[in-house]
């Protein structure tokens, strides 16, 4: 089987998750993708990240009724910094010998995956699926390939679609007091007013 791996901090999980997720599932052929929700992301370990427990039931709120979209809690209950390359090393002990993994990722992080932990090992256990992002240029891979080689034959692009929703504008409308249904799913909605979520 082909799966599709999805990580990120969720905070909140929007609509342009959803969509790509979709898109990816259906471009590809994948039986299924995995939302990895980050426990102490390292790249954002001096920006405030909601308590692990709202972004993950806002996360199962949205995937309820999308039977092929999984959610996998490794990071979440993973004490210390989050590296996907371990992420990944877990889901591919998880995974049969057959199954191949696709981290679908930005075009803007795809451009720094030579900095992350142990990026060599990343792209021996899956393929990276660069994702369109608003603004973001298509990383050169010769560039890539020099710091990192063998990544050019693990690199798929999608350059649709272009999704211009991101957690930082969620936060930021529901600061001010504006809505924010047509950026999440209603039941994320309902659970981030519920709970008084990214009010300053």
């Known amino acids: 089987m082909n799966i599709g791996v999805l990580g990120g901090t969720f905070d909140p999980v929007h ?3 959803l969509i790509v997720a979709g898109e990816v599932k259906a471009r ?5 993708v995995i939302f990895v929700p980050a426990g102490q992301p390292w790249l954002k370990a001096d920006w405030p990240v909601t308590p692990a427990e709202h972004r993950l039931r806002m ?16 990071e979440i209950e993973r004490a210390g910094p989050s590296y996907t390359v371990d992420t990944m090393a877990e889901l ?12 679908i990722l930005g075009r803007d992080n ?3 995956i030579p900095q992350w932990q142990d990026p060599s ?18 990383p050169k891979l010769k560039s890539l390939e020099k710091s990192l080689p063998g990544i050019s034959k693990r690199v798929m692009f999608l350059d649709s679609p272009e999704i211009d929703i991101s957690a930082s504008m969620v936060r930021e409308r529901v600061a001010r007091g504006l809505s924010v249904r047509h950026l999440v799913p209603e039941p994320v909605n309902r659970y981030i007013k519920e709970n008084g979520l990214y009010i300053t």
Request: contains cysteine.
């Open 15 to 17: 609509n342009g998750h």
């Open 28 to 32: 590809l052929g994948l039986a299924a």
């Open 59 to 74: 996360l199962r709120l949205a995937l309820a009724d999308q039977p092929d979209f999984k959610i996998s809690t490794l």
């Open 92 to 103: 591919r002990e998880q995974a049969s010998s057959d199954d191949e993994l696709f981290f």
């Open 110 to 112: 795809l451009a720094q």
């Open 121 to 138: 090992r990343l792209i021996e256990m899956c393929y990276l699926v660069a994702v369109n992002r608003p603004g973001a240029p298509r």
